[in-house]
T-cell receptor
């Protein structure tokens, strides 16, 4: 089956530093990728997404990088703030059997920001 | 704009009891989803719907049924609850496939 995994289950950074959260995906047919932030007791919230015809996309303080050669996705958060503390999920989708256009989620990385 | 609303937010069931979780969206989205979230497992797709009157199985459909009688509502039913169904359930909707899904706030279900 498909797998969307994360290299690190937890990440601790100092306030003001940049954070990088990594994600590996296994299906080369995936053509849509997305990052969600989930705070305790809440539903996942959209951060940023990217399609396979791009390798970089920037938002406000966040950047997503896609490396299709090694099937790797990363989320960069600039000047990390205490409010960034949460669990971050990557997800992928594509028009193939294991996805059917539906999002397949990784297990998540917990980001802790130290003041 | 309420987005995706789930009812109830919390529920405790005894083994063998039945219940229905309600999801409502006001964004006129065609696609709706039910996920469950367990510690260390991420979100796993239970069932989904690509439009009013349609449903399809996801990754972990056993023990659940769904219905989409109205475009804005997606119901998740447990006919005979088991402790293994203790989880946090999330409903989501999207305008089409391969795009952002909007999530509700979740329902925490405990089966004892």
């Amino acid at each position: 089956g498909e797998s969307v995994g994360l290299h690190l289950p937890t990440l601790s950074v100092q306030e003001g530093d940049n954070s990088i959260i990594n994600c590996a995906y296994s299906n080369s047919a995936s053509d849509y990728f997305i990052w969600y932030k989930q705070e305790s007791g809440k539903g996942p919230q959209f951060i940023i997404d990217i399609r396979s015809n791009m390798d970089k996309r920037q938002g406000q303080r966040v950047t997503v990088l896609l490396n299709k050669t090694v099937k790797h996705l990363s989320l960069q958060i600039a000047a990390t703030q205490p409010g960034d503390s949460a669990v971050y999920f990557c997800a992928e989708s594509g028009n193939y059997g294991g996805s059917q256009g539906n999002l397949i989620f990784g297990k998540g990385t917990k980001l802790s920001v130290k003041p | 704009n309420a987005g995706v609303t789930q009812t109830p937010k919390f529920r405790v069931l005894k083994t063998g009891q039945s219940m229905t979780l309600l999801c409502a969206q006001d964004m006129n989205h065609e696609y709706m989803y039910w996920y469950r979230q367990d510690p260390g497992m991420g979100l796993r797709l239970i069932h989904y719907s690509v439009g009013e009157g349609t449903t399809a199985k996801g990754e972990v459909p056993d023990g659940y049924n769904v219905s989409r009688l109205k475009k804005q509502n997606f119901l998740l039913g447990l006919e005979s609850a088991a402790p293994s169904q203790t989880s946090v359930y999330f409903c989501a909707s999207s305008p089409r496939q391969n795009t952002e899904a909007f999530f509700g706030q979740g329902t925490r279900l405990t089966v004892v």
